[in-house]
C-alpha cells in the first residue's frame, strides 16, 4: 500500500507487508546407544528394582509405557551414547604425507590472497595439481594396503562400510599396470583364503 505523502517530498512512502511461516524442523535424533561399553549389571538392576516395586494392571497401554519409559531410564543411567564427532572424508587414507600437503595448498593460497597476482595465481595451481597427484598416490597405496587384509576373519561391516560410503574407493594413478595390480591382490587374497587358513 502507498501511504500519505508525509515524508514532506515528492516521494510517496510505500510499505509492504509480508507473511511469512516459520519453518519447523524435527529435533535431531540422539546418538545411538554404545552397547559395547554398557553395564549390563546396572541396566538389570534398575529394571529388577522395577518389577519388585511395581505390578502390572489392567490397562496393557499403561502397562506398555511404564515399561518402555523404565526401560529408557535404565538405558540412559547404564548405557553411555556414541560419540557424534563427524569422520573425516579421508579418515581411511589420511595421515601426516596428507597433513603436510593440506599445510602446502593453504600456505599458497594464503599467499595468492596476500599477493593476489597471476604469478601467484599459476604458483597455486601448480601446487594443486602436484599435491592432487601425491594424493592418489596415497589413496592408491592406503586402499591396496587394507584390500590386502580381507580374509575370513573380517567383520562384513567393515567391508560393506569402506565400500558403500566410497570413503576409500580411489582412481589408481595411470603409472600403475591395473592387470598386475588385479593378479597380486588374486594371488594375495587366494593365499589367505586357503582351507589350512580357517580356524580349526
Known sequence: MVDPPTLTS?????????????????????????????????????????????E???DLDANFSAFTNTVNKAAE??????RT????????????EIREQNRRINKHRKLHR????????????????????????VKAEKWYEWCSTIDEHIKLG????????GKMTTRPPARLDPFEDAERLNNNFAARATTTSLPM
Not at 511469512?20 to 561399553?37: E, H
Not at 596476500?114 to 598416490?137: C, G, M, P, Y
Open 77 to 82: 543411567k547404564s548405557i553411555p551414547r556414541k
Open 10 to 54: 515528492d516521494h510517496y512512502a510505500i510499505r509492504i507487508s509480508l507473511e511469512l511461516r516459520t519453518r519447523s524442523y524435527a529435533p535431531r535424533p540422539l546418538p545411538g546407544w554404545n552397547t559395547k561399553k554398557a553395564d549390563w549389571r546396572k541396566f538389570e538392576s534398575h529394571l529388577q528394582g522395577w518389577h519388585d516395586e511395581n
Open 114 to 137: 596476500r599477493n593476489f597476482t597471476a604469478e601467484s595465481l599459476s604458483l597455486l595451481w601448480k601446487v594443486i595439481q602436484h599435491v592432487k597427484e601425491i594424493l592418489r598416490r
Open 158 to 165: 567393515e567391508i560393506w562400510g569402506n565400500i558403500n560410503t
Open 85 to 96: 564427532g563427524a569422520r573425516r572424508r579421508d579418515y581411511c587414507f589420511y595421515c601426516d
Open 56 to 58: 502390572m494392571g489392567g
